[in-house]
């Protein structure tokens, strides 16, 4: 890709207007003032994006084709796909866990991906995308929801809590789903929006990169627009805090063995873990499913306090921990994920099987309202008054 042109972009974060000189192919340019990175120049971005989405979609299909897992104990054998495993949660009326697993596995990686190649395989060809503005917005709205990586470490997870009591094979469709994993990632890492518009500029002149919006954020904190976003966060943050607590109290799997239930809650689980000496996994499943939560919602209710009370005080240490809580928010799905793969390889009966808890769909709601709670939120109301202090 030649150097991009010299241009005036906004920070998404905290709203200053950045002249970008020009810039070549592995360079990236940062905001001076929070840090934020405002555009990375890949080298040969198009061709590469449109490599690794169709290498993504080869590989998804695979995935689904073929035997995914096996689980053997005392004789009883089970072999299950990835298709197979929604059906049972589906026969066993754990519709909501099913829905989960569709949308994470398939519709937003397939979502994505048919955008990707809809955007970016016209490019290659020096043509204009169709529905151009209308597919990026949906783009980059769904990217903050991948979680492909994250069933796949929720899948690790699971193996690694019964491999002590029962023999487990990955089948094809396993490492088809890992290569999956990677390319997908490999994709939504060489996408900068700056440079997407850069290049849909160039074969469309009445293209507006001003009507890309990335997010339900406003460029533009006014006072009504402040309330707004401060009154939706508090909303969102009280009752994530809310249906935290019964995640936490509320079994989030049961396991019947030889027809005796075992209930079991998150931190059960996690000191069953370091009881069986898996310390790593116990570490692990203890972060993402209990210290970033709460500190998640701790540092969330402290940022939307300072923005309410128009502190001026550390901007830039408060705007990198927003950012630091709006990245591993989604980690925090990895136990949900556990369950769903429990439950859908050990149906054994009453010989041994796992059955979800309440729990599972707290948590479930918790992390997706803390997740909205971000989204919600403006970071540039951390900027967007004079300063009276030094940051």
Not at 162 to 180: K, R
Not at 365 to 378: C, E, P, Q
Request: hydrophobic share 50%.
């Amino acid at each position: 890709m030649t150097a991009l042109k010299e241009t005036i972009i906004k920070c998404h974060e905290c709203a200053l207007s950045v002249r970008l000189p020009f810039i070549a192919e592995g360079q990236k340019a940062i905001c001076p003032r929070c840090g934020y990175l405002l555009t990375a120049i890949h080298c040969n971005a198009v061709n590469r994006v449109l490599s690794f989405s169709f290498s993504a979609l080869i590989f998804l299909i695979l995935s689904i084709s073929f035997e995914f897992l096996s689980f053997n104990t005392k004789g009883l054998e089970r072999h299950i796909d990835i298709i197979d495993s929604i059906n049972i949660l589906i026969v066993n009326d754990y519709i909501i866990l099913a829905i989960l697993q569709i949308i994470a596995v398939l519709v937003l990686p397939l979502s994505m991906l048919f955008i990707l190649i809809a955007l970016y395989l016209p490019l290659s060809r020096g043509q204009c995308p169709k529905h151009q503005q209308r597919l990026m917005r949906y783009l980059f709205r769904l990217m903050p929801w991948s979680m492909v990586e994250i069933f796949l470490i929720g899948t690790l997870i699971s193996l690694i809590k019964i491999i002590s009591m029962a023999n487990i094979g990955l089948g094809p469709s396993f490492y088809c789903f890992v290569l999956f994993s990677l390319t997908l990632t490999a994709a939504l890492l060489h996408i900068d929006k700056q440079q997407l518009t850069t290049h849909i500029s160039r074969v469309d002149t009445n293209f507006d990169p001003n009507k890309i919006s990335i997010s339900t954020k406003k460029p533009d904190a006014t006072h009504h627009k402040k309330d707004a976003s401060v009154q939706y966060t508090w909303a969102l943050l009280i009752t994530a805090i809310m249906v935290y607590i019964p995640a936490n109290l509320l079994p989030i799997m049961n396991t019947r063995f030889l027809g005796d239930d075992e209930p079991s809650t998150i931190l059960g689980g996690i000191y069953l873990l370091w009881q069986l000496g898996s310390y790593p996994i116990a570490i692990v499943i203890f972060i993402a499913s209990v210290a970033v939560p709460i500190a998640k919602i701790i540092a969330m209710c402290f940022l939307n306090y300072s923005v309410q009370q128009q502190s001026q005080r550390f901007r830039l240490a408060r705007t990198k921990l927003y950012r630091a809580t709006e990245l591993v928010g989604r980690w925090s799905m990895v136990d949900v994920f556990v369950v769903i793969i429990l439950v859908s390889l050990i149906q054994l009966g009453n010989t041994m099987s796992v059955y979800p808890g309440a729990a599972v769909l707290a948590f479930s709601g918790m992390v997706i309202l803390t997740m909205l709670a971000a989204m919600s939120f403006n970071p540039q109301l951390i900027w967007n008054q004079q300063d009276k202090y030094d940051d």
